[in-house]
């Protein structure tokens, strides 16, 4: 004769405690590949430094780990782009382009400049 499994309620209320804290448990950050991506490709010459940086490109490292700071190249891309969370890499590439005559933090130098130079847009504010 075959045995049956009997989970009674306290088995219930356990299984449900478990699949409610691996649902509810810590989340990682979520990043936004586009824009390193979009960088990358459309300024090879930043591979390195984007590579090596990575958010730190438009977030301050300094009291950020959540990202929600941006520096000076961070708000400019972020107002160019209009819209949060921008996934169509054409805007993203667009946007970044559109914001190649905006001064930088660098005296005398647009953030086209600085990229022309070999170095990142913003800085580490």
């Known amino acids: 004769m075959q045995k049956m499994f009997r989970v009674g309620s306290a088995g219930m209320l356990a299984a449900a405690v478990v699949a409610i804290m691996f649902a509810a448990g810590p989340r990682q950050a979520e990043a936004r590949p586009t824009f390193p991506g979009v960088l990358v490709k459309q300024y090879p010459a930043l591979k390195d430094l984007v590579k090596k940086t ?13 990202k929600k700071k941006r520096n000076n190249y961070g708000k400019a891309l972020a107002k160019a782009i209009g819209k949060a969370n921008q996934k169509d890499k054409a805007k993203v590439a667009a946007a970044m ?7 930088s933090a660098t005296k005398d130098m647009t953030f086209g400049d600085l990229i022309k130079a070999g170095k990142l847009p913003g800085v580490n504010e």
């Open 54 to 66: 990575k958010c730190a490109v438009c977030h301050p490292t300094v009291d950020n780990k959540k």
């Open 97 to 103: 382009t559109k914001i190649e005559k905006e001064k």
